[in-house]
């Protein structure tokens, strides 16, 4: 696989971010490259976003070695997923971050639209807020344009900002040819009056509806 950056340190070096991805409710994150996340540039200012910031970055590329207790150690852990979606958010809108996204969009690995009209369009997770502890991740159609919760309670409660408000329009816009068709199609309710009530009738439309609904 491509992805790692050679055969002999694959299995040792991607083990923290191998379980972290493969961790139930954790689908919607693609893998960061190993180069990505070992390059400081990339995360920088994030040493103040994180708590334990040093220890937690050591725990995602696997040069964690602090012998230290439970909680100290649930913190820690709990900190290692906070920075890993907050570079993620930065990775998703590199050109490799793209492609890998793009990818798991293909496979509808974030869901399909349940809106009737859009035909199981697949959709993209994306944030309302680019600040952390705001807002939960939200699914955006690019057919009918409307966003959505996703399902599953686990997804749910994803942090928006590890997708962050511009990951979506970025991808179109480097992949232009992926933008769908805008679906203008929308469900128009048959009318119970129009289709019950005669013309004639239409001076008592109140009374006739009123009738008629309660005979339904
Ligand atoms: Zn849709």
Known sequence: MEDFVSETDS?????????FLSSRGNEYFCEIDEEYIMDRFNLTGLNTEVQYYQYALELVTDSFDLDCEDAMRDAIEKSARHLYGLVHARYIVTTRGLAR???????????????????SHPLLPMGLSDVPNLKPVKLYCAKCEDIYNPKSSRHASIDGAYFGTSFHN???????????????????????????????????????????????
């Open 170 to 216: 970025i991808l179109f816009q480097v992949y232009p040819t992926l933008v769908p068709t805008k679906s203008a199609d929308r469900y128009i309710p048959v009318s119970m009056v129009s289709k019950f009530t005669p013309p004639q009738l239409s001076f008592v439309g109140r009374i006739s509806n009123a009738s008629i609904c309660a005979a339904a």
């Open 11 to 19: 299995e040792y070096t991607s083990y923290w971010r191998d379980w």
């Open 101 to 119: 996204m793009l990818d798991k969009y293909k496979k509808a690995e974030f869901g399909k639209c349940p809106r009737v009209m859009c035909n």
